[in-house]
């Protein structure tokens, strides 16, 4: 679809030129770049500008707006907002795309964000690749431009994983001649996917450090950083599938190689500000955790109860696990708020070392049987009670592992791969307390403890990240859970407020029987 330039267009164009008229309709505050105009003409700002873009992706695709609504979908958490009657509901009912729409923040957030982070470093590459501008260092002027088309390059990436399309444009593109047309998401994907190659290339023939706030806490060198874009591009290829047949059919031989070749975790030095805004610190007694996530190792059959039943009548339970990051397997003996002495059991309320038991949730019956849990998540809680201040696991070490294990395991099916056993036991056993998976294990109970362990260790790290992948995964083998929830959006519109301006019609997706929803 081609879309004309004119004056419908104004406060599109606008978020590309960063026109600060268009900041009521983004809702971006955009205090941390410079003056467009001014730092256009300073090689030294262009720096500036271009090194604050990695901030200005993650408030696109980690803050809370964006981060409550996809943690929802993605069976991780469950809370007691208002909101969540719209996201966590059984069955699922389509994303209402309206202009109106009080949690519009799920389409909003990334599209404004990451158009705005594009756009800023559209105009480093300019200054630099089109207008020749540089620093008497060359490793400088190498390292802001392999900066710049890495941004371009996620941000690309993260938009194909959201929405069914998006516009492309990059520092050649000439608002003043060149139309702008919405691509589908795999040429959406395909162009990021050019831009990080890009990046990398610059990064691999270059020798330079990262500034320590470019992201933030991580003084890269040029050789981490292409480790970097390599995990995020293997993370970014899986998360694009919509489906298991896509999945299915993904170059495992190439995310293998990119996994095994890729930064084995990142860590964000939060300072309470925008990196506060993060999965990773979303505690407190309001937010608890999702029993589709920790009820695959209850053994007190509870679960199994709770999962079969009819939605409106379940729930919250006491599950048993042996899981020491659920519940702890010792007795513990506690002080409650009234002053009485209380026996938290053993595998059951004692508390976890990633989760504890919280108590009974005070959110209204009206929300539905299946909102609530005694759980919580509590692996990140010291950042929490801090204020937001404190390191968060953005890419943990065990999703890089599983996403190799889960290749090894793919090309070695129906034979149990004994890398891939050793990867999935080195969480299992060593933080889980599990009984370890064997080579002589049927290769379906290897695979769902594949599953399990990805989805255990990468809980409030990455927003989206469970709703992603659980999109190309499914259910568990042989179960009747594990993938969303029927008639859950497959992928999200273009925000209504953009089909506003544009004079195009509404549209979305989801719902039972709606186009692209979750089987």
Known sequence: MKILKSIQVFCLIGILLLFPACSDYLEVENTNNPDTATALQNINDIEALVGNQYQQWWKGVQSRGFNDRVTLLGLESTNGYSFVRDFFRIPATAYENTPTYRWKAVVTTPWSNLYTAISSVNDGLSATDVRGLEFEDNARTQRLRAFAKFIQGISYMALANHFDKAFILDENFDLTTDELIFEPSEAVFDFGLKKLQEARDIASSNSFTLPNNWIIGNPLSSDDFVKLMNSYEARYRLQQCRTPDCRDNLDWPKIKTL??????????????????????????????????????????????????????????????TADRRIAGQEDVTVVDNEGQTVVLE???????????????????????????????????????????????????????????????????????????????????????????????????????????????????????????????????????????????PLQFPIPADELDLLELPYYTFGGVGGDSAAP
Do not use: C
């Not at 990196?275 to 007694?285: V, Y």
């Not at 920790?294 to 599950?319: C, Y």
């Not at 070392?353 to 049987?369: E, I, K, L, Q, V």
């Not at 064997?438 to 990240?465: C, H, K, P, Q």
């Open 259 to 320: 996994v095994e070749n890729g930064l084995e975790e990142l860590n964000i030095e939060s300072n309470s500000n925008v990196w506060g805004e993060s999965p990773g610190i979303l505690q407190g007694t309001i937010f608890r955790t999702n029993y589709y996530l920790i009820g695959h190792t209850d053994v007190s059959g509870k679960f199994e109860e709770w999962i079969n039943a009819d939605p409106e009548l379940r729930s919250e339970f006491v599950l048993e």
């Open 346 to 488: 053993a595998r059951k309320r004692a508390p976890g070392t990633d989760f504890r038991w919280r108590g009974a949730s005070s959110w209204p019956a009206t929300n539905g049987g299946w909102y609530g849990s005694l759980y919580m998540p509590i692996r990140t809680e010291d950042i929490w009670l801090n204020g937001g201040i404190g390191v968060i696991n953005h890419i943990r070490s065990a999703e890089i592992d599983m996403y190799l294990a889960e290749a090894l395991l793919r090309a070695s099916e129906p034979n149990v791969d004994p890398v891939a056993v050793a990867l999935i036991n080195k969480t299992r056993v060593e933080r889980g307390g599990l009984e370890p998976v064997t080579e002589a294990d049927n290769f379906d109970e290897v695979w769902n403890a594949m599953r399990y362990e990805f989805d255990i260790e990468t809980t409030v790290s990455s927003a989206g990240l469970h709703y992603y992948h659980k999109r190309g995964l499914g259910n568990y083998r042989g179960l009747n859970y594990g993938g969303l929830i029927e008639g859950t």
